[in-house]
């Protein structure tokens, strides 16, 4: 199973970034995607998930500015980040979960300067 990250980088704050998981290895379409962060000297914390569905769920902190969708096809998760934080950054890891068996990318920096 692999979950590869990517899209991370520097930012103004304000700005945006789109980040992009693309999975192999696992049943893409029945999986609920997740994004996570954890910022230094912080626990890991759910950004937003998508459910096979399509039923989606966010943070507060996140909410309405953040955007995750998925792709089944392609076997995609993104995450459409817009009005970027200093607060926001992180490393974002991209996770998938099914029928108890979970799964971790291996993380993509997000740096937002003030």
């Known amino acids: 199973v692999q979950l590869q990250a990517s899209g991370g980088g520097l930012v103004q704050a304000g700005g945006s970034l789109r980040l992009s998981c693309t999975a192999s290895?696992?049943?893409?379409?029945?999986?609920?995607m997740s994004w996570y962060r954890q910022a230094p000297g912080n626990q890991r914390e759910l950004v937003a998930s998508?459910?096979?569905?399509?039923?989606?769920d966010y943070s507060d902190s996140v909410k309405g500015r953040f955007t995750i969708t998925r792709d089944n096809a392609q076997k995609t998760v993104a995450l459409q980040m817009n009005s970027l934080e200093p607060g926001d950054t992180a490393v974002y890891y991209c996770?998938?979960?099914?029928?108890?068996?979970?799964?971790w990318g291996q993380g993509t920096q997000v740096t937002v300067s003030s």
């Open positions: 996770n998938s979960y099914a029928l108890g068996r979970e799964f």
């Open positions: 290895g696992i049943i893409f379409s029945m999986n609920r």
């Open positions: 998508i459910t096979r569905n399509g039923d989606t």
